[in-house]
């Protein structure tokens, strides 16, 4: 019988499951082509579902459940609701878009964005390895089909088939590294992992030897080099409706998963994953603000854009531990964890506009398609100015103070090499405003190829000025944000 704890840790993922079955089944009747009732109740269930969270999250209280394979913790609990509300957000952005080409048909949008939600919160709050498999796999499965929507259109499905090879390769890699851990240890719980690594009496080779193939898993699902290759490809192909569901929140569920197998599970072998780390770092910044100077394609620029900004996440990832000292452990991963919130933040916002501009018969992905923004609409040309500035990393945007908590937390380490990364950092950051402030040059100064206006429903209207304005507000006043993160990173570790 199930313990009443157990039903606590797993709350919001039994009414997401439920709700999505009702949802499906629901929708069968449902003849209206934009789905009006099964979009209102599929943000009513995700709103439900973030207050949820957010509560659980507040009380502050760390719970395991269903044989300790599930807790239930600060950090979890906040990555959950951000995660739902930028499915939330990514929806009412993305329906009129959906609608325009024919891929609200059987509803099959919403029940598979909250099925992909769940495999979210399962990676999040997984404290067992098979747990966080089952949901990295549940999330990629909804993700391939959602890819593959536009059954009609060449791109999406070519670019459903890269996604799902390379997917499968990783999902291999992980549950490889998995299978490697378990032999060495000889158990499947993360904490029991952590205690025997910490015992020193489990071989070290056997050990290094798994952990590679698992930071190999978790960098493709990060998206950052040399197992970037999907990225750009998925990006483009998809459509943009689609392109931001799995370029948002599950940027938010990969860094829950990379803390709870890597910091969680195997503090102790942090000298080896942060070098690890930093190589993938240094290759992400490098490749991805080079490569995204060279793209004409807004979805595939922002695609390396990602890379980069991945490549920032990883840097502060790297920098808990120096030389076995952990005393800048809770200021380098609730910095990691700060930026990863930002960073999603600003997606939705960019890839907002984006959907926006893009109308029937006509997509609007190329960077010339921008050009006089300003001069057909002064609103969504600011809104997407904001967004670029604060991916750009300059001030008073959000993205500004994410970059400069990152870089704090390398330079408060004291150790040479890290001072150079930051220098590095900083250097790649130059390059890749470039990119950046031409999108706004040709915005604002270009001379408009059409002379038609940008028109938005009030929904999607009053979400993008939130979300603008959300950026602006967390680059001025940074701190509330900054201490949850610090507390909830605090809480984990101490748990």
């Given at each position: 019988?199930?313990?009443?704890?157990?039903?606590?840790t797993?709350?919001?993922?039994?009414?997401l499951?439920?709700?999505?079955?009702?949802?499906?089944?629901?929708?069968?009747?449902?003849?209206?082509?934009?789905?009006?009732?099964t979009?209102?109740?599929?943000?009513?269930?995700?709103?439900?579902?973030?207050?949820?969270?957010?509560?659980?999250?507040?009380?502050?209280?760390?719970y395991?459940?269903?044989?300790?394979?599930?807790?239930?913790?600060?950090?979890?609990?906040?990555?959950?609701?951000?995660?739902?509300?930028a499915v939330?957000?990514?929806?009412v952005?993305?329906?009129p878009?959906?609608?325009?080409?024919?891929?609200?048909?059987?509803g099959?949008?919403?029940?598979?964005?909250?099925l992909?939600?769940?495999g979210?919160?399962?990676m999040?709050?997984?404290?067992?390895?098979?747990?966080?498999?089952l949901?990295?796999?549940?999330?990629?499965?909804?993700?391939?089909?959602?890819?593959?929507?536009?059954?009609?259109?060449?791109p999406?499905?070519?670019?459903a088939?890269?996604?799902?090879v390379?997917?499968?390769l990783?999902?291999?890699?992980?549950?490889?590294?998995?299978?490697?851990?378990?032999?060495?240890?000889?158990?499947?719980?993360?904490?029991?992992?952590?205690?025997?690594?910490a015992?020193?009496h489990v071989?070290h080779?056997v050990?290094?030897?798994?952990?590679?193939?698992?930071?190999?898993g978790?960098a493709?699902?990060?998206?950052?080099v040399?197992?970037?290759m999907?990225?750009?490809?998925?990006?483009q192909?998809?459509?943009?409706?689609?392109?931001?569901?799995?370029?948002g929140?599950?940027?938010?569920?990969?860094?829950?998963?990379?803390?709870?197998?890597?910091v969680?599970?195997?503090?102790?072998?942090?000298?080896d994953?942060?070098?690890?780390?930093?190589?993938?770092?240094v290759?992400?910044l490098?490749?991805?603000?080079?490569?995204?100077?060279?793209?004409?394609n807004v979805?595939?620029?922002?695609?390396?854009?990602t890379?980069?900004?991945?490549?920032?996440?990883?840097?502060?990832?790297?920098?808990?531990?120096?030389?076995?000292?952990t005393?800048?452990?809770?200021?380098?991963?609730?910095?990691?964890?700060?930026?990863?919130?930002?960073?999603?933040?600003?997606?939705l916002?960019?890839?907002?506009?984006?959907?926006?501009?893009?109308?029937?018969?006509?997509?609007?992905?190329?960077?010339?398609?921008?050009?006089g923004?300003?001069q057909?609409s002064?609103l969504y040309?600011?809104?997407?100015a904001?967004?670029?500035?604060?991916?750009?990393?300059?001030?008073?945007?959000?993205?500004?103070?994410?970059?400069?908590?990152?870089?704090?937390?390398?330079?408060?380490?004291?150790?040479?090499?890290?001072?150079?990364?930051?220098?590095?950092?900083?250097?790649?950051?130059?390059?890749?405003a470039f990119y950046?402030?031409?999108?706004?040059?040709?915005?604002?100064?270009?001379?408009?190829i059409?002379?038609?206006?940008v028109?938005?429903?009030?929904?999607?209207?009053?979400v993008?000025?939130?979300?603008?304005?959300?950026?602006?507000?967390?680059?001025?006043?940074?701190?509330?944000?900054?201490?949850?993160?610090?507390r909830?990173?605090l809480?984990?570790?101490?748990?």
């Open positions: 019988m199930i313990d009443t704890i157990s039903l606590m797993a709350y919001p993922e039994i009414i499951f439920g709700m999505a079955c009702v949802i499906a089944l629901l929708d069968l009747g449902v003849k209206t082509p934009m789905r009006g009732t979009y209102a109740l599929t943000l009513m269930t995700l709103a439900v579902v973030a207050i949820l969270e957010a509560m659980f999250a507040s009380g502050g209280a760390t395991y459940g269903f044989g300790n394979m599930v807790v239930s913790d600060s950090m979890g609990n906040w990555l959950k609701c951000f995660a739902t509300v939330m957000v990514t929806l952005y993305g329906r878009y959906a609608g325009q080409r024919d891929m609200l048909v059987g099959e949008l919403f029940t598979l964005s909250l992909s939600l769940l979210m919160f399962v999040i709050s997984g404290n067992n390895f098979l747990v966080i498999y949901g990295l796999e549940l999330l990629t499965l909804s993700s391939y089909a959602l890819v593959a929507l536009r059954r009609d259109h060449v999406a499905t070519e670019a088939i890269k996604y799902f390379l997917g499968a990783a999902s291999g890699f992980l549950l490889y590294g998995m299978s490697m851990l378990y032999g060495a240890t000889g158990s499947l719980d993360i904490t029991t992992v952590f205690k025997a690594i015992s020193g071989r080779q050990l290094v030897f798994g952990l590679v193939f698992m930071v190999s978790l493709f699902k990060l998206g950052v040399p197992f970037h999907w990225i750009p490809d998925v990006y192909g998809a459509p943009t409706a689609v392109t931001l569901m799995i370029g929140a599950p940027k938010l569920a990969a860094f829950g998963m990379t803390m709870r197998l890597l969680e599970g195997m503090l102790p072998l942090a000298i994953w942060q070098q690890m780390l930093m190589v993938l770092s290759g992400s490098l490749l991805g603000n080079l490569a995204a100077i060279m793209q004409t979805k595939r620029m922002l695609a390396f854009s890379i980069s900004q991945m490549g920032f996440v990883l840097l502060g990832l790297m920098a808990g531990v120096v030389n076995g000292n005393l800048s452990a809770a200021n380098a991963y609730s910095s990691s964890m700060f930026y990863v919130i930002t960073y999603v933040l600003t997606t916002c960019s890839f907002g506009v984006l959907l926006l501009l893009s109308r029937e018969g006509f997509e609007s992905e190329e960077i010339a398609d921008f050009a923004l300003n057909r002064p040309a600011g809104i997407m904001v967004a670029l500035f604060s991916l750009a990393g300059i001030p008073p945007m959000a993205g500004f103070y994410a970059k400069l908590a990152v870089l704090q937390a390398l330079v408060a380490t004291g150790d040479p090499l890290y001072l150079y990364l930051t220098v590095f950092a900083v250097m790649m950051s130059l390059i890749g950046y402030l031409r999108l706004i040059k040709v915005m604002y100064f270009d001379a408009p059409t002379a038609s206006n028109v938005a429903g009030a929904d999607v209207r009053v993008l000025c939130i979300n603008g304005a959300l950026i602006i507000v967390l680059g001025l006043m940074p701190g509330g944000l900054m201490a949850l993160c610090a909830s990173v809480q984990m570790l101490g748990s």
